[in-house]
């Protein structure tokens, strides 16, 4: 079969699709026959090397890409319960140093890192989900607001930012949302309150349209201290990069989610991605392109300005 693969760090030219043996179910996990992989920051800085040289990957000869699935399962490993043979499924691979990623044409996860595809959805549109939705999701846990307090989200128009904002706005959590200017009736339209567009001064900005400022901020545009200087004393600030997270003034409490897979709370997320109606999650493609175009997809995500993510067909 074929895989997305790199054997040397650097531009797109590096990736490959090549041809791999097909991987096995073992113990606790299933293989799922893709249909859909989206392509993420995270593949560009695997790619890179930058990921290696932070110390996150250690060196190999074959570094397989791809964290989201969508597809159809074909082995069911032993011990697995509740997945089957045929089931349309959704799920996350959330290690970093594999020879094997999702974005090929067949992969095998742990089966609870595994979900059921959200009833009427296609297959590309739900790759958007797993590792962009948990992300917002885990983010807005370990911020702890409640209901009535006040969220900056920052690239609120992108992936992680446009979940974050519909999730945070469905638990009454009011949401400043930061974005390009031409991105305020986006934004709005996921259940933002208040809207600032992109500023040097975002902290001053901000205060103006919320005295004292935020009680929190969810950083997915690594606007860092920026971003910080909008969060009252003693709130709480999350970053989604590795060294993106400001020092934690005044108090704030800082700190860098890391993403991991969650089938459950997976499949309360596609629950919401099948619906229409009020608290759903509107599910962005920014594109799609077939497994061997995967150097256009990096050198596109790369020039930024998406609204959605690209996803490969295999």
Do not use: C
Not at 9 to 28: R, S
Not at 85 to 114: E, F, H, K, Y
Not at 158 to 185: C, K, M, S, Y
């Amino acid at each position: 079969m074929r895989a997305v693969v790199v054997r040397s760090f650097g531009g797109p030219e590096v990736l490959e699709v090549a041809e791999v043996p097909v991987p096995v179910a073992g113990e606790g996990q299933v293989r799922i026959r893709v249909e859909a992989a989206t392509v993420n920051p995270v593949d560009l800085a695997t790619r890179s090397g930058a990921l290696a040289e932070a110390g996150l990957m250690s060196a190999r000869d074959v570094v397989g890409l791809g964290w989201d699935v969508a597809g159809t399962v074909e082995e069911v490993g032993p011990g697995v319960t509740g997945i089957e043979t045929g089931d349309r499924v959704i799920g996350l691979s959330d290690r970093l140093d594999v020879p094997l990623g999702a974005q090929a044409d067949q992969v095998v996860l742990d089966a609870d890192a595994v979900t059921a595809a959200p009833a009427g959805v296609s297959p590309v549109q739900a790759a958007t989900l797993p590792l962009n939705g948990l992300t917002a999701a885990q983010a807005l846990d370990g911020l702890g607001l409640s209901p009535g307090q006040t969220l900056l989200v920052t690239g609120a128009a992108g992936a992680v930012g446009g979940f974050a904002t519909q999730l945070a706005a469905a638990r009454g959590i009011r949401v400043v949302a930061v974005a390009g200017a031409g991105d305020e009736p986006l934004v709005r339209e996921l259940g933002a309150d208040l809207f600032v567009p992109r500023t040097a001064r975002l902290g001053e900005a901000v205060r103006a349209l919320v005295p004292g400022g935020v009680h929190a901020a969810l950083d997915a545009a690594l606007t860092g201290a920026a971003a910080l200087d909008a969060v009252r004393s003693h709130g709480a600030f999350a970053a989604l990069v590795a060294g993106a997270a400001p020092p934690p003034l005044r108090g704030v409490r800082v700190f860098t989610h890391w993403i991991y897979a969650d089938g459950a709370r997976l499949a309360e997320l596609a629950e919401l991605a099948a619906l229409v109606e009020a608290g759903s999650l509107t599910l962005r493609v920014a594109g799609t392109l077939p497994l061997e175009q995967v150097a256009a997809a990096h050198k596109r995500l790369a020039e930024g300005g998406l609204r959605g993510r690209l996803v490969l067909t295999p």
